[in-house]
């Protein structure tokens, strides 16, 4: 099993920053693909960003390319997703993801329990 556990959301004001991040712990964390997706109210849960083992390789959706940025840091078991410029339509439960290989779509093996963002115009 690998347990993730996200924190950093909270509430901002549009165009401000926040930095979301999610601590794994169980198993090898640098064998998984990690992934951040959000459920907003009413919505289906969307693919936001999603980044390889080491961290080469990097994938946004086009909703947030330019603004939001996925990183890991392999020592630390962590990965971050830092969001710029947020938008009112940003607002949503935001959850990380770990994947045995790369996609953009669910399902994932693994899943924490979500951090709220929300966003006031």
């Known amino acids: 099993q690998l347990q993730l556990v996200e924190s950093g959301g909270g509430l901002v004001q549009a165009g401000g920053s926040l930095r979301l991040s999610c601590s794994a712990s169980?198993?090898?964390?640098?064998?998984?693909?990690m992934g951040w997706f959000r459920r907003a109210p009413g919505k289906e849960r969307e693919f936001v960003a999603l980044?390889?083992?080491?961290?080469?390789?990097?994938n946004y959706a086009d909703s947030v390319k330019g603004r939001f940025t996925i990183s890991r840091d392999n020592a630390k078991n962590t990965v971050y997703l830092q969001m710029n410029s947020l938008k009112p339509e940003d607002t949503a439960v935001y959850y990380c993801a770990a994947n045995s290989y790369w996609k953009v779509v669910v399902p994932y093996d693994y899943w924490g329990q979500g951090t709220q963002v929300t966003v006031s115009s």
């Open positions: 169980g198993r090898t964390f640098s064998s998984y693909f």
């Open positions: 980044i390889s083992y080491r961290g080469a390789n990097t």
